[in-house]
């Protein structure tokens, strides 16, 4: 009997080992199971992005597309109308389309054009969850804080001051600042123009404001453009030489920049300072397809064509072209959004300068924007720095 109960419980103990070993052996692979869903569910998104058409900005959509060859099944792109002043129901309706995909988790507008932050608005009615920025954003700083997660721009005003700090720098005597109201009614626009006029006091430069026709009034992209090829020969006429050209439109820099090689006049940057804006096209430049988003080769040409034409020191632009670094800075943001690393909000300030500045290749100034008294902690201005050619 006790050789039996012996035996018998021998086995018993065999069956609880055996029992603990099994419950041991399967517990790794629930673990396993579930980090595999949680990588499912950081990696499984999409962000959407709006950008302008070639037309309104080629460098903006060229950045989008560059980011789609990149990331070919997270990107969903979308485009503003041309005329977007006049049609944001169209706005409206492409950014609903793109909100309306469960799995985008993320929607950037750049340039956040005019209709933008209303476009924001009704996304956040059916899809308060989805993360969005507004880039280069045009309506007014209040509408667009309260309907856009995050929204920022070039720092407008402060590039008054950058403007004829360089321009004095370079030797011009007259400042031609070319705009229309519509642009000029947006305040950091009127803000830039009047830090202008103060520090062409200072400086003792003389500014001058004309008026262009508007590329959304009927005399359209062409008619701003010709006024451009032929304003810029008689002002060089009436001032002289040592005039300087800076407008307010992006389709007023290729021209711009062709009449003052042509006058050998002085150019500052352009409105949306990058070497790919006006300058490829007005000085000649063809570009090699491996070569299109590479700013260095970009930076080397145009120096070099300057060089050629006996316009070294006549023009500059920042060190990162801003309509891409809205675009890259941005996604870079938004991928961190949907991986988890923006502890837990829509707004991580740390970790959109460090998106920024890794983006840009170097230290970005980021500041939070004030307007008519009020400073946003989702709105920043950003300024990088500058480089003659």
């Not at 899809?127 to 070039?154: E, K, M, W």
């Amino acid at each position: 009997m006790k050789k039996f109960l012996a035996m018998l419980l021998a086995g018993a103990m065999m069956l609880s080992l055996c029992a603990c070993g099994s419950k041991s052996e399967e517990t790794p692979a629930a673990d396993t199971s579930g980090d595999t869903a949680a990588e499912e569910t950081t990696s499984d998104y999409k962000i959407g992005i709006m950008t302008t058409t070639v037309s309104q900005s080629e460098e903006s959509y060229r950045a989008a597309e560059m980011l789609m060859e990149q990331n070919p099944d997270k990107i969903v792109l979308a485009t503003f109308p041309d005329k977007f002043a006049t049609e944001q129901e169209t706005t409206i309706s492409t950014a609903l389309s793109l909100a309306s995909d469960p799995d985008v988790k993320a929607i950037i507008f750049s340039q956040a054009v005019q209709g933008t932050a209303a476009a924001c608005q009704k996304i956040r009615e059916v899809r308060p969850d989805i993360l969005l920025i507004a880039a280069g954003y045009q309506d007014d700083s209040v509408t667009t804080a309260a309907n856009c997660d995050i929204f920022y721009h070039s720092n407008v005003p402060k590039m008054g001051f950058q403007m004829v700090d360089e321009l004095s720098d370079m030797g011009a005597k007259t400042f031609v600042h070319y705009s229309f109201p519509r642009h000029l009614a947006w305040q950091p626009t009127a803000d830039r123009l009047q830090n202008m006029k103060d520090r062409c006091a200072e400086l003792g430069l003389t500014l001058v404001e004309t008026t262009t026709p508007d590329p959304m009034s009927d005399a359209g992209t062409s008619g701003t453009q010709q006024f451009i090829l032929e304003d810029v020969p008689r002002a060089v006429d009436q001032y002289g030489t040592e005039t300087a050209f800076f407008g307010t439109n992006t389709a007023q820099q290729e021209p711009m920049i062709k009449c003052v090689v042509d006058t050998k006049s002085y150019f500052t940057y352009p409105s949306d300072p990058s070497p790919f804006v006006g300058f490829p096209a007005a000085l000649g430049i063809e570009v090699p397809e491996d070569k299109l988003y590479d700013t260095e080769y970009m930076m080397n040409a145009i120096s070099e064509k300057l060089a050629e034409a006996d316009m070294s020191g006549h023009m500059g632009t920042w060190t990162a072209p801003v309509m891409t670094l809205f675009m890259t800075g941005s996604y870079a943001y938004a991928e961190a959004f949907c991986e988890g690393l923006t502890n837990g909000e829509k707004v991580d300030a740390e970790v959109f300068k460090q998106a920024l500045s890794e983006a840009a290749g170097g230290d970005v100034d980021v500041e939070n924007i004030t307007d008519g008294g009020t400073t946003y902690d989702n709105g920043f201005y950003i300024m990088c720095s500058y480089e003659r050619f």
